[in-house]
């Protein structure tokens, strides 16, 4: 067994639990942090996308009980039914983009490069967002008054659902970060920022699911039984690290805005971009 190996992946899992759900991009982090890893390898790819598992499982577990009311009362409760009808349709513009551009992005911009690039524009779009919120409602938001045409998620509608996985979308590009396109994107389209944080939670669990196994599937191939620990150790310290991540932003959103990773992720990509320049590091790979 090669412990290096391990603990890398026990490192890319901590990565990628504590990246998925804040808006800072966990693919962009892994692409970068497994560069300077040097856990390179036609698997690489598919093992960061399979550990996504793990925070998928961190969701499911911190709302086990919403998420088995939903099951138990799909038949009958009109809640439900429209809850699961909205992560449903949240979900089906990700598997259609995905499937057409799927390919052509993993080959081209699965880089730490075109990354970066990403990181700051999403940034900057964070930080635009952060202030067009704060001039529409000053400080209403974070003193809990209701301002927002949708309060919670179970307000949202099919359409506001269909236009949050459409923003989804863009998260393809890596480094736009999934649940900051989700999260400030329904903020935009007129979710609370409670709202579109949760609904961003609820919606991760089928997007993670459907990458994970249909990267494995297409993958099987090369794949071998030893493979299993690497899987099994990422996969662990993710559902770890993606739950307490979780507990922690749910805190954080009750009095705090997203502006500060607004300018992590400007400054981050801004050190990918100049350290590429200069040479110092060699972001090739």
């Known amino acids: 067994m090669d412990v290096i190996l391990l603990l890398k992946a026990a490192i890319l899992g901590i990565v990628e639990g504590l990246t998925e759900f804040l808006p800072i991009s966990s693919t962009g982090h892994l692409i970068i942090a497994s560069s300077l ?3 390179r390898g036609e698997k690489v790819a598919t093992f960061e996308i399979a550990i ?10 911190e709302y086990r009980r919403r998420l088995a009311a939903t099951v138990v009362g799909i038949a009958t409760d009109r809640t439900a039914q429209r809850f699961a009808l909205n992560v449903v349709v949240a979900f089906a513009p990700a598997v259609v983009f995905g499937l057409l551009l799927g390919k052509v992005i993993k080959q081209h911009l699965f ?35 209701r301002h927002a045409r949708v309060e919670t998620v179970d307000d949202m509608t099919p359409l506001d659902a269909l236009k949050v996985g ?3 979308c863009l998260a393809l590009i890596p480094g736009t970060s999934r649940s900051g396109a989700t999260i400030i994107g329904g903020m935009i389209l007129g979710l609370s920022r409670k709202a579109a944080t949760e609904f961003s939670f609820y919606l991760a669990i089928p997007t993670l699911i459907g990458a994970g196994v249909y990267s494995v599937w297409k993958q099987r191939e090369a794949f071998v039984a030893a493979d299993g620990p690497m899987f099994a150790v990422g996969t662990v310290f993710s559902f770890i690290s993606a739950w307490l991540c979780i507990r922690w932003l749910i805190r954080y959103i009750s009095t ?7 300018w992590y992720r400007i400054a981050f990509g801004a050190v990918v971009l100049l350290t590429a320049w200069q040479g110092w590091v060699d972001w090739t790979h």
């Open 52 to 61: 996504q598992t793990g925070a998928m499982l961190a969701v499911i577990w």
């Open 256 to 262: 705090h805005d997203f502006t500060i990773f607004g």
């Open 166 to 168: 459409l923003v989804q």
């Open 111 to 145: 880089h730490p490069v075109p990354v970066a690039i990403a990181f700051v524009v999403g940034g900057i779009i964070i930080l635009w967002a952060e202030a067009r919120h704060k001039r529409l409602y000053g400080e209403r938001d974070l003193l809990g008054q």
């Open 37 to 39: 890893l040097g856990f």
